[in-house]
């Protein structure tokens, strides 16, 4: 009987150690966010209780996870959060949250006109319009977007790239087919010189990551949905695996889709795969690895490990990836949170919050001198490139630079 | 020893459990000075050990007519005069595939006729309202149940005894009657504080004293015979259950799982136990088994939800007067003139009934004691709302927007209308002592302050400081810092001791159901306090 009556309720495994609240970035710079362990387990005792022990504060959760890295009895404290909101936060209504939210709507009638959007967005009236009608704050520098999207240009490399014998699926995301289609084509480059032909999934649409944290759970499954269905298509009926280059995308692929989307992926989830993890785990073959020629300048690099690879446990395949390139001089980062956690510091409430999250890390980068600054995640680089003097590269964007075959 | 030369009380009352507080409460209102003198604390006795039902007299319809009458009219009552102290969840009878549906019939049959409102719901329907309910059930039928704090009902009486000229000595035993030519004229009480007796006088002493009735009656030489029945319950971590959750059967063990606040309940288990044993109630692992077995046929999930504590009480069952044997058992209100039945004057018991109807029990009592000294005043108690249930919750919560909305509504749950005198102008008043039951630093000085908090079990039960999933890791030390601080005279030691006795206390109720994470949790605690604070370490137990 004893053994049988074990809690299946996650939450309970909370035995209040509060180790969680010691790594949350939030509880160090506003008092009047609970932290994980009150507004996890604790208040979620008082929420079956009743509904109304909702606490509205639970808004400034960043969904970084680290309370997740951090806790030693395995609960979910992020994933119940976010639950929480999900099921009790007030509807959202916002222009700004359905703008920030909708990335991929945003992204299609952007770049339509991005000569025009770019430099408007760019202006100090505009900014100013922004932070005042909209809530989004003045400071923030809003990413370029692109006058030809990533699939437009993919859908002319079809040929050539189904040529190779080995394939995979790329997961592009929003920001890779809206903003920064070079990180794409810097992925194509590196996987063809692996001999490795690059394809796209059928009908791709946003992950879903901004729709979560904006409130659109609707929106969110349905596109969930949709890119299980054509993720399924591709490893079960093709057996080509899928590939991601942004950290946040792949994160919510794997694990937001079950754990908050009510999702089931288990048949494929080992087969969504980020970038740097794909290639270092194909060097067990150590042919391929002479496939790759790197320039043997000295290079000083530094990396930024983002939340969600943190979550993931993944960030030891960029820097085993990156000590790979000869001459270089590696420095990793004590993990800090950026503060910017996708469209969160893009809210005017949130800014200051968010630069003070932040701060450490700006520190560090302008204090080590580097070459180059690295991270795996967009939103990250969007703070570190508006927060710092130094850009910040993707990865993959970097191997592409320093590539020389 | 001290002789206390005042003029005496009107009355006396042995016993500071819910009806000991209810006829404080009922007197106090009807112009008597009284004083109630409890071992312990206030609700330290079956009242503050039971399933915390508030029974809408269902259960008891087809078995006992009159109890369930009594019970359905209380409910009406309580509903309306301790409203902070209740909720109105309404509770389900369940029919399982082995229960006999014909029992159902009868069973609304005789709810109706008792004048219970008693619905018979379509089984799938039953388990929409009540996704927690066991899927296999094949009737159900709503009733008026509901849940009662039982701490929250006594301090309340309480509270309101005291507004109205009262006097509450806790932690005073009564050691002995004083008896004077047939007559009972005052009570001995030993003063476990000061360590000294005193002698208390009064017209009328009152025995209140449930099950330790029967001994106090010895000091007349009276003989009363109770009938200890210990039931077991069980604690866990969170509510599973929206309803009062009911077997549709002839009242079983197990059988009803109550929530209740933050957690829930399930219970009864039933075992005679012999009179010497009532102070030393323990739960044993055959109970512990007995009670998820049977628990999860209401609710299979509770097999799967972590258990908190473990805990027992005594039913203050009496044996029928005239029945030497004690085989004859009342469950009903059993009021005894002891100048009629014994040919002592100045003392009456009551005793038997339950906590649903602990005021009707006062209601009688006063009456008889009213009766004795020829005052004519009429009973209020049932249409007198009690301090905590005046104002609406939500115009409450209304007047305190100010206050974060998780300790704010904790705190309005827990004291109705009187939450609005807890400290919290400061982030330090609005600052957690207790995490998981969301006790502020405020609430923890307004009920030292105001509540007769003596130490920190004493806090607990006005506060549920210690009573969420931690048990008291993280709650325990903080709180009894702050006891001492507001403390005339400041004693760390004390402060340990105090700490020392609650996490051991708390470990009591814990150890009969240590597995899984309730284990980990108390590794964790005796952790902290041992290994970390030194808590029984030779320079700690020496300064104790």
């Known amino acids: 009987m004893e053994a049988a009556s074990i809690s299946h309720n996650n939450f309970e495994q909370c035995i209040k150690c509060t180790i969680c609240t010691v790594y949350c970035p939030v509880l160090k710079v506003n008092p009047a966010f609970p932290g994980p362990k009150h507004g996890g387990p604790d208040h979620e005792r008082l929420r079956l209780k009743n509904p109304e022990f909702y606490d509205e504060a639970l808004k400034y959760c960043l969904n970084c996870k680290r309370c997740e890295v951090a806790c030693p009895s395995n609960v979910k404290i992020g994933d119940i959060i976010q639950s929480a909101r999900i099921k009790h936060q007030k509807k959202p209504g916002k222009i700004r949250d359905f703008l920030l939210a909708h990335t991929d709507f945003m992204g299609t009638m952007a770049t339509s006109f991005a000569p025009l959007i770019n430099p408007v967005l760019g202006l100090g009236i505009s900014k100013a319009a922004l932070d005042g009608v909209l809530s989004i704050d003045r400071h923030r520098a809003f990413p370029k977007y692109t006058g030809q999207k990533f699939e437009t240009w993919m859908k002319k490399q079809a040929e050539t790239q189904s040529r190779y014998p080995e394939q995979v699926s790329y997961f592009h995301g929003c920001y890779v087919n809206y903003n920064n289609p070079q990180l794409g084509k810097d992925l194509v480059k590196i996987f063809n010189a692996l001999g490795i032909g690059v394809q796209m999934l059928k009908n791709e649409k946003c992950c879903g990551v901004p729709l979560i944290s904006n409130g659109y759970i609707g929106k969110a499954q349905k596109n969930g949905k949709s890119n299980l269905k054509a993720i399924r298509e591709s490893v079960m009926d093709k057996n080509i695996p899928i590939v991601a280059s942004s950290s946040s995308c792949t994160f919510t692929l794997r694990d937001e889709y079950p754990h908050l989307l009510d999702i089931d992926n288990t048949e494929v989830r080992e087969h969504i795969e980020y970038a740097t993890r794909y290639i270092y785990r194909l060097f067990s073959n150590p042919d391929r690895i002479k496939k790759l020629k790197f320039t043997d300048r000295k290079l000083n690099v530094v990396y930024h490990v983002p939340c969600h690879m943190k979550k993931m446990g993944w960030e030891i395949y960029t820097i085993e990836l990156l000590k790979l390139i000869p001459n270089i001089k590696l420095t990793t980062f004590d993990s800090n949170c950026c503060g910017i956690a996708g469209t969160y510091g893009f809210k005017k409430e949130n800014y200051k919050a968010s630069q003070e999250i932040g701060k450490p890390l700006f520190d560090m980068i302008e204090r080590s001198g580097a070459d180059y600054v690295v991270s795996d995640c967009e939103t990250c680089k969007w703070q570190i490139d508006m927060s710092t003097s130094q850009t910040c590269h993707h990865p993959l964007s970097f191997l592409a630079q320093i590539l020389t075959n | ?544």
């Not at chain 2, 009458?69 to 309306?80: A, P």
């Not at chain 2, 004690?326 to 100045?346: C, E, F, M, T, Y």
């Open chain 2, 1 to 544: 020893m001290t002789h206390q030369h005042f003029s005496p009380y009107d009355v006396i009352i042995i016993g500071g459990g819910a009806t000991g507080a209810g006829i404080a409460r009922d007197c106090s209102l009807r112009g008597l000075s009284v004083l109630v003198v409890e071992r312990s604390d206030i609700a330290t006795g079956a009242t503050g050990r039971n399933h915390g039902l508030l029974h809408s007299g269902a259960r008891y319809a087809v078995t006992d007519r009159e109890s369930a009458v009594e019970c359905i009219q209380e409910n009406n009552i309580l509903k309306n005069i301790a409203s902070h102290c209740v909720e109105k969840t309404e509770g389900l009878f369940l029919s399982l595939p082995e229960d006999d549906l014909s029992y159902q019939s009868k069973f609304v049959q005789s709810c109706r006729d008792a004048g219970i409102s008693a619905e018979i719901i379509d089984p799938g329907e039953a388990l929409l309202m009540e996704p927690a309910a066991n899927k296999e059930i094949i009737g159900a039928v709503k009733v008026p149940d509901g849940s009662i704090d039982p701490f929250r009902l006594t301090l309340s009486n309480s509270i309101d005894a005291q507004t109205h000229g009262g006097k509450l000595l806790t932690y005073h035993e009564v050691t002995d009657l004083i008896i004077n030519q047939h007559t009972v004229i005052g009570v001995k009480a030993y003063d476990f504080k000061t360590k000294e007796t005193k002698y208390l006088y009064a017209n009328i002493v009152v025995n209140a004293a449930g099950i330790w009735g029967q001994h106090i009656s010895t000091y007349a030489d009276i003989k009363i015979n109770m009938f200890p029945a210990k039931g077991s319950l069980l604690i866990f971590g969170h509510r599973i259950n929206r309803f009062v959750l009911n077997r549709c059967r002839k009242p079983a063990d197990a059988d009803i799982l109550v929530p209740g606040d933050t957690i829930c309940l399930i219970g009864t288990t039933s075992i005679h136990v012999p009179y010497n044993e009532i102070d030393n109630m323990y739960v044993t692992p055959d109970e512990v088994d007995k009670l998820i077995h049977e628990g999860e046929k209401l609710s299979p999930i509770l097999a799967h939800t972590r258990i908190l504590r473990a805990y027992a009480g005594v039913r203050p069952l009496v044996a029928a007067d005239d029945d030497p044997t004690g085989r004859n058992i009342s469950r009903g209100i059993v009021l005894l003139d002891h100048q009629k039945r014994d040919g002592l004057s100045g003392y009456i018991t009551i005793t038997g009934g339950k906590l649903m109807t602990y005021r009707l029990m006062a209601e009688m009592a006063t009456d008889l004691i009213c009766k004795k000294l020829n005052i004519d005043a009429i009973c209020v108690t049932a249409t007198t709302k009690l301090p905590g249930s005046n104002e609406k919750t939500k115009e409450v919560s209304t007047k305190m927007y100010t206050v974060p909305a998780s300790i704010r509504e904790s705190a309005i749950y827990r004291h109705g209308e009187m939450a609005q005198d807890i400290p919290n102008a400061t982030s330090i008043s609005n600052s957690l002592v207790c995490e998981c039951e969301e006790v502020s630093a405020g609430e923890v000085h307004y009920a030292k302050e105001n509540l007769n908090v003596n130490n920190l079990t004493d806090l607990r039960r006005r506060t549920r400081v210690g009573m969420g999933t931690c048990q008291g890791a993280l709650c325990a030390c903080r709180a009894v810092g702050l006891i001492n601080q507001l403390k005339k005279e400041k004693n760390s030691a004390q402060s340990k001791e105090d700490l020392s006795q609650f996490l051991n206390e708390r470990w009591k109720g814990i150890y009969p159901i240590s597995w899984g994470d309730s284990l980990r949790e108390s590794e964790y605690t005796s952790w902290v306090y041992e290994s970390v604070c030194g808590l029984n370490s030779p320079e700690n137990t020496q300064a104790i």
